[in-house]
């Protein structure tokens, strides 16, 4: 095989940070593999790569070792021959000693120098020109400096909806009522208080976020006794595939994954689901965001590039 593109070793890097802190291992203290599971049933030991351990298939083995300085791997037919691969270790080291779980070692030549630069990547966009609107002096806005993680830069999508203003005292009946000013129902007879936008409703599949819609307003209208008869009892949020704002809310410090290339793109919530919706061929791409707004704005902008889909780097099984 000829010499591997700087772009491709940058995207292996960039996996390698995706998987976290390897070898993995589950509640026993038992090495486990990582990935989609491979048709072929083989399992690969990577004793020396980005990342290390044990892998189901060559599309993540191959991230690991391809264009790695001194990487070691074996492919082993069953996972018993993998553990004891592992723990044996390469022939040509006598005094192996299995590693402890470490983040990714990068490639020298990478621009990626530091494991977490990957929830960092700079995204160029092109933020539409602010308009500056003064507004009445009896209209009062609520100020609202509560933390998100979904809308937490004015330049990204998703940024929390403006609160509706209060109207002028100086309308008249004749002119403005509440049924022609589009503003949320509120419990108060008057419309002098601000009220807060209506919370968003996030549509989930098995695949992870899609997008976001308005909450219905006549759910919102529905009275309790009529609910109690006419609808359904409440699902929890691992039944429903409808999840409020808050349920899907991505906490900080928790990372969403974006399978850019795989065999089905999107973004994940956890870091298994993304490594098995990658699926098993070489050339998968998965980035790591700690924002959910970040991840879905670079998602998008990749995708209007045609830069989403199955993988296309060809990088053979030649162990």
């Avoid at 589950?26 to 980005?50: F, H, L, M, S, T």
């Avoid at 018993?80 to 080291?93: F, I, L, M």
């Avoid at 470490?102 to 990478?110: G, Y």
């Amino acid at each position: 095989m000829g010499k591997i593109d700087q772009a491709v070793i940058d995207d292996f890097d960039s996996l390698a940070v995706a998987l976290g802190s390897t070898p993995k291992f589950n509640n026993q203290n038992e090495i486990i593999p990582i990935g989609a599971r491979d048709p072929r049933g083989k399992v690969y030991v990577v004793w020396v790569g980005r990342g290390i351990g044990l892998f189901y298939n060559w599309g993540l083995t191959g991230a690991m070792v391809k264009g790695f300085p001194g990487a070691m791997y074996k492919g082993f037919r069953s996972l018993e021959d993998a553990r004891r691969g592992w723990y044996g270790g390469p022939k040509s080291v006598s005094d192996w000693t299995p590693p402890a779980p470490r983040p990714a070692v990068l490639t020298p030549t990478s621009k990626q120098r530091e494991p977490e630069a990957q929830s960092h990547i700079p995204v160029p966009i092109h933020p539409p020109p602010l308009v500056h609107v003064r507004l009445p002096a009896d209209v009062a806005v609520e100020s609202d400096s509560s933390d998100d993680d979904i809308g937490d830069d004015p330049r990204f999508p998703g940024r929390r909806a403006p609160h509706s203003a209060s109207v002028p005292s100086l309308l008249t009946p004749g002119t403005v009522s509440a049924a022609t000013i589009p503003t949320p129902p509120s419990e108060a007879s008057t419309l002098s208080k601000p009220t807060k936008a209506r919370p968003l409703k996030v549509t989930m599949t098995a695949r992870g976020f899609w997008g976001a819609k308005p909450a219905s307003p006549a759910s919102k209208r529905v009275a309790t006794s009529s609910r109690t008869t006419a609808d359904p009892p409440a699902t929890t949020g691992r039944d429903s595939p409808e999840l409020s704002y808050d349920r899907v809310r991505v906490r900080k410090g928790e990372y969403v994954f974006v399978v850019l290339r795989g065999d089905l793109p999107g973004i994940y919530f956890d870091r298994t689901t993304a490594l098995v919706s990658a699926g098993c061929r070489p050339g998968m791409k998965i980035v790591p965001f700690k924002s959910l707004s970040r991840a879905a704005w670079f998602f998008t902008q990749q995708y209007m590039k045609h830069r989403v889909g199955v993988p296309v780097v060809d990088v053979s099984d030649d162990e």
